[in-house]
T-cell receptor, first 114, second 114 residues
Framework: DTGVSQDPRHKITKRGQNVTFRCDPISEHNRLYWYRQTLGQGPEFLTYFQNEAQLEKSRLLSDRFSAERPKGSFSTLEIQRTEQGDSAMYLC????????????FGPGTRLTVT | AQSVTQPDIHITVSEGASLELRCNYSYGATPYLFWYVQSPGQGLQLLLKYFSGDTLVQGIKGFEAEFKRSQSSFNLRKPSVHWSDAAEYFCAVGPGGSNYQLIWGAGTKLIIKP
């Protein structure tokens, strides 16, 4: 068990470009969550997968954001036409299902939009 | 509405002194409660959790927390802090929805004086 990993750790992009982040959860975890965190705030929920099914999306998630988890293992989060307001830390977490199991977080991807 | 309040944005404690970080929640049923720690530029690490049973829970790194239903609180304590405890601490409550998302406080930044 190597924990949750995220790639890249840092991404700097120009406004209007598309970016994609990857998350590899703990192997036996079938729940996967994406959060966004800005400075001085707690994480904000973005979206959630149970296996490959995306079961919930936050109203915060605009149409420019899309997430996939094609085979119920790793997940990708894509942001199209980035805006400066998208600058944040993007966190991925995973957990077991069947109860209120604790979520384990990856190190995050720091996105800076210039 | 479900919410988590961490009243202290910053707390400064001398090394070796005791620590208490406050967390109050608003929730319609018995919540699941978590404390996470985040070092600069890092993801979130679970310190401890409360689901049911004994209201005093022990966690990693010498931390403990007490669930007080009558006060809707879940305060984090440590008898003697070390310089390595300097970090940001987040309290979270769940489930925040049908898919076990967590509701987060805004965090408390712990500063350790030598």
């Amino acid at each position: 068990d190597t924990g949750v990993s995220q790639d890249p750790r840092h991404k700097i992009t120009k406004r209007g470009q598309n970016v994609t982040f990857r998350c590899d959860p703990i192997s036996e975890h079938n729940r996967l969550y994406w959060y966004r965190q800005t400075l001085g705030q707690g994480p904000e929920f973005l979206t959630y997968f149970q296996n490959e099914a995306q079961l919930e999306k936050s109203r915060l998630l605009s149409d420019r954001f899309s997430a996939e988890r094609p085979k119920g293992s790793f997940s990708t989060l894509e942001i199209q036409r980035t805006e400066q307001g998208d600058s944040a830390m993007y966190l991925c977490a995973s957990s077991l299902s069947g109860g209120a199991y604790e979520q384990y977080f990856g190190p995050g991807t720091r996105l800076t939009v210039t | 509405a479900q919410s988590v309040t961490q009243p202290d944005i910053h707390i400064t404690v001398s090394e070796g002194a005791s620590l208490e970080l406050r967390c109050n929640y608003s929730y319609g049923a018995t919540p699941y409660l978590f404390w996470y720690v985040q070092s600069p530029g890092q993801g979130l690490q679970l310190l401890l959790k409360y689901f049911s049973g004994d209201t005093l829970v022990q966690g990693i790194k010498g931390f403990e927390a007490e669930f007080k239903r009558s006060q809707s609180s879940f305060n984090l304590r440590k008898p003697s802090v070390h310089w390595s405890d300097a970090a940001e601490y987040f309290c979270a409550v769940g489930p925040g929805g049908s898919n076990y998302q967590l509701i987060w406080g805004a965090g408390t930044k712990l500063i350790i004086k030598p």
